[in-house]
């Protein structure tokens, strides 16, 4: 059975196994981001804090890029899904950021849920296959000395990258109409 916290956001397990934890807290962070822009129109999802440019939508943009990336690409060596695939990286390594302002709202979750969709059945055949020491099937880059990453490594990542950008979204949810919480 599966807890949900007062903003509907699935409690990771107290006492699961390993997998069952590093599933729960990825599924608790990608909850959080959600939480975060709820019910935001595309101004609200295009607000900024202060100096910086990120924003909401960006952020969206940019962790669908994320769960893709890890998940399509790293975890099964497969080519890029629509729109990544299409994309000169080399001419504006922050594309997906900087494109989200031209995306509506429901474009952007649409965008992010089927990404998250994608990771979750990718991650549960990984797990089948092979466990959380699966290695991934893309080749490293030189500088990682030949190791790709395990799925362990993709999972312990992709909890980070939510946990990061859930603490930017704080700022910048409070910005846009005071909304606050964890």
Same mark, same amino acid.
């Given at each position: 059975?599966?807890?949900?916290?007062?903003? =509907? +956001?699935?409690?990771?397990?107290?006492? =699961?196994?390993?997998?069952? &934890?590093?599933?729960?807290?990825?599924? *608790?962070?990608?909850?959080?981001?959600?939480?975060?822009?709820?019910?935001?129109?595309?101004? !609200?999802?295009? %607000? &900024?804090?202060?100096?910086?440019?990120?924003?909401? =939508?960006?952020? $969206?943009?940019?962790?669908? *890029?994320?769960?893709?990336?890890?998940?399509?690409?790293? #975890?099964? !060596? +497969?080519?890029?899904?629509?729109?990544?695939?299409?994309? @000169?990286?080399?001419? /504006?390594?922050?594309?997906?950021?900087?494109?989200?302002?031209? /995306?509506?709202?429901?474009?952007? *979750?649409?965008?992010?849920?089927?990404? $998250?969709?994608?990771?979750?059945?990718?991650? %549960?055949?990984?797990?089948?296959?092979?466990? #959380?020491?699966?290695?991934?099937? +893309?080749?490293?880059?030189?500088?990682?000395?030949?190791?790709?990453?395990?799925?362990?490594?993709? #999972?312990?990542? #992709?909890?980070?990258?939510?946990?990061?950008?859930? !603490?930017?979204?704080?700022?910048?949810?409070?910005?846009? @109409? !005071?909304?606050? =919480?964890?």
């Amino acid at each position: 059975m599966i807890n949900l916290d007062e903003q =509907g +956001r699935p409690e990771p397990p107290l006492a =699961g196994d390993e997998t069952a &934890t590093l599933l729960g807290f990825l599924d *608790f962070h990608r909850a959080t981001l959600e939480w975060k822009c709820a019910g935001l129109d595309a101004a !609200g999802l295009a %607000a &900024t804090v202060g100096v910086s440019s990120m924003t909401l =939508g960006g952020m $969206v943009k940019h962790l669908a *890029f994320v769960e893709d990336h890890w998940c399509t690409r790293w #975890l099964y !060596g +497969r080519d890029m899904p629509p729109p990544w695939d299409t994309v @000169d990286w080399k001419a /504006d390594p922050d594309w997906d950021w900087h494109s989200a302002a031209e /995306d509506s709202p429901e474009q952007l *979750f649409a965008l992010w849920r089927d990404a $998250v969709t994608r990771s979750r059945t990718l991650v %549960a055949e990984a797990l089948a296959d092979g466990g #959380l020491d699966q290695p991934a099937r +893309r080749t490293p880059p030189e500088h990682w000395h030949g190791e790709p990453p395990t799925l362990r490594w993709i #999972l312990v990542h #992709l909890i980070e990258e939510y946990a990061r950008h859930n !603490g930017h979204a704080d700022l910048l949810r409070e910005s846009v @109409d !005071g909304l606050t =919480g964890e």
